[in-house]
């Protein structure tokens, strides 16, 4: 119950990419009865680890960041224009119920206009140009507005929680709070046992913008294993049309990668991993780098041996992504499991 109340904190803590603050505070401080250290390095990354004087060291990384909007106008009567912070659906804007993180929370909606007023074009036009949207916090002036709000604020969709049958979970920003909640898992499953190796768990920021807390951590870090946790596209429902991509459900266990982009040792060591602790898991094999944190991590400093795990997501960067509690169960038996199983004798070099 503890763990899932933590989630549930994560989820509805803002943390728009470049303004992780919130949240981060909210893993240190859960994470230091657990972890020996917890440090947060100047990029804004925080750092937990067990064993931090082991010589081999294992990298878990969950982005704690999340799409988002910031403040670049304020019309003259008090109506919000913005920018994208992240991979934006404009689509789904229209009608969102969102919160300004200023000087305080402010509530606001996504304006739209009237079907009734809109032409065949823009009825018929799905894709929207984000300058176009606006936001509506209730003010009736620019100054009224400025009183809440400031150029340069962050907006995210309004965050809650809601819980669907058969054990699923929609909230925005599970992209990748969920990733971020496996890592935290892991080392406080791990804190508990006897490990052979330097586990360190990070919560990465700025992801959404290029990978970019991924790539200044594990360059402090030097690990010689790192795994991305983070969300992956589900294919179990209506908007998934192409019949011939890997399949990917929800509940049918994380997503362990192969490909370029995976070291094939730590691909059969998690897989073994997954048998021994009768975990389901899904094949998502890669033909180019992957569009996570382990593109970043395999490639620091003089190589890292990668992989990533996937946590099947529907809807991803809308505000009603699902997940299922069942695969975030699964991912951590898996890590866990997989750390735990390294031996002074396991080479992690593709001979």
Known sequence: MESKDFLHKLLETPSPTGAEQKVQRLVRDRMKKYAHSVDTDLHGNVIAALNPKAERKVMLAGHCDQIALMVRHISSDGFLYVSALGG????????????????????????????????????????????????????????????????????????????????????????????????????????SKKLNVGLYAVSTVQEEVGLRGAI?????????????????HATDNPGSENAKATPCVLGGGPTITSGPNTNPVVEKMLKESAKKTRSPFQPAPSTRPLGNDANSIQIARGGVAAAAIGIPNRYMHTQIEVCSYKDLESAIKILANFVMSITSKTDFRPL
Not at 156 to 179: A, M, R, W
């Open 88 to 191: 934006i659906d404009v689509g789904v804007l229209h009608g969102a119920r969102v919160a300004v993180h200023g000087k305080k929370t402010v509530i606001g909606v996504v304006g739209r206009k009237p079907i009734h007023a809109q032409s065949a074009e823009e009825r018929d036009k799905t894709k929207n140009d984000i300058d176009k949207i606006w936001i509506d916090i209730g003010a009736r002036s620019k100054k009224e507005a400025e009183k809440l709000v400031t150029l340069g604020d962050t907006i995210t969709f309004q965050l809650s929680v809601l819980e669907l049958g058969n054990n699923l979970i929609c909230c925005p920003g599970l992209d990748d709070k969920v990733g971020l909640f496996v890592a935290m898992e892991t080392l406080r499953v791990c804190s």
């Open 216 to 232: 200044t951590s594990s360059y402090s870090i030097h690990p010689e294993v790192g795994i991305a946790i983070d969300v992956t």
